[in-house]
């Protein structure tokens, strides 16, 4: 089934957060080989998404590249999304 | 430096049906124990912490605290953004609009305008305790917001972030124990 926006948007959103999470616990837990190898995982499966979504929706940051023209500020902003019944 | 990502770090949502909490809501966009508080409590606190743990962990975390700065903006935006001015009056809002319109404004829940005085950055041993204390008040602060509305999105969000303070302090407690090391070292 193709995955709309906002699907793609809350799938980035979980790679990023199992990213930001193994961050935290690393940045104590320092010599944690296991969590290292964890975050390792998520970090190129977040890499990859990003790019995919990027190419896909346009930027996440104003690292990206654009092709046609400067797509930085188009909506949606996300202030603007209600992501309504949540992650379900 | 921070670069910025243009998502939030959660899908927050709301049914739209309880404008009451908006107001409420500001306690936590720039209150005593808001997001914004932690996240200038944290940066400020980096740069006498002595080990490479204590450093990474505040820039981690008050990065995350200004990504909730924003979700708690956005919860309001999207509660407000279709009232009408009657209803926000009647929301408690009056004033807020009178002054602010629709932006949303570093105020907390009473109206009072941010204050730095909210927190302190001292010592790395004190400022670790009430790094730990800030996240305790931030989480019982989140469960009276939870316990003030029927909006099943607002309380989905909020408990997102209510779980995060629960980590923050595992994490600062962790430090803390480093910490203590670190001097009982030297």
């Known amino acids: 089934m193709?995955?709309?926006?906002?699907?793609?948007?809350?799938?980035?959103?979980?790679?990023e957060f199992q990213v930001l999470e193994m961050a935290l616990f690393l940045d104590i837990h320092k010599n944690d080989k296991q969590a290292l190898a964890t975050h390792t995982k998520y970090a190129n499966e977040l890499a990859m998404y990003k790019l995919d979504y990027q190419k896909k929706y346009g930027p996440i940051t104003i690292e990206a590249t654009m092709r046609d023209s400067w797509a930085w500020g188009d909506d949606p902003w996300p202030w603007d999304i209600n992501f309504i019944g949540g992650i379900k | 430096m921070w670069i910025y990502e243009k998502k939030l770090q959660y899908p927050a949502w709301v049914e739209g049906n309880d404008l009451n909490i908006a107001k409420l809501l500001y306690a936590q966009y720039a209150g005593p124990d808001s997001e914004l508080g932690a996240a200038l409590r944290y940066l400020s606190q980096r740069y006498s912490m002595p080990i490479p743990e204590g450093r990474a962990v505040l820039t981690d975390i008050a990065t995350e605290e200004l990504g909730h700065f924003e979700i708690i903006g956005t919860l309001i935006h999207l509660l407000i953004k279709n009232a009408t001015v009657e209803e926000l009056q009647k929301a408690g809002l009056g004033a807020t609009y009178a002054q602010h319109g629709y932006d949303i404004y570093t105020q907390d829940a009473g109206g009072t305008?941010?204050?730095?005085?909210?927190f302190q950055a001292s010592d790395p041993i004190s400022?670790?305790?009430?790094?730990?204390?800030?996240?305790?008040?931030?989480?019982?602060?989140?469960?009276r917001l939870i316990r003030s509305t029927t909006d099943k999105g607002v309380i989905?969000?909020?408990?997102?972030?209510?779980?995060?303070?629960?980590?923050?302090?595992?994490?600062?407690?962790?430090?803390?124990?480093?910490?203590?090391?670190?001097?009982?070292?030297k």
């Not at chain 1, 193709?2 to 790679?15: G, T």
């Not at chain 2, 209510?162 to 001097?183: D, K, N, P, S, W």
């Open chain 2, 127 to 143: 400022d670790v305790y009430e790094d730990m204390a800030a996240e305790m008040k931030a989480k019982t602060t989140y469960e």
């Open chain 2, 113 to 118: 305008p941010f204050t730095a005085a909210y």
């Open chain 1, 2 to 15: 193709e995955i709309n926006q906002n699907q793609a948007l809350i799938r980035l959103m979980s790679l």
């Open chain 2, 156 to 185: 989905e969000t909020l408990s997102f972030l209510r779980e995060r303070e629960i980590v923050h302090f595992q994490r600062f407690g962790e430090l803390l124990g480093l910490l203590e090391e670190h001097y009982a070292k």
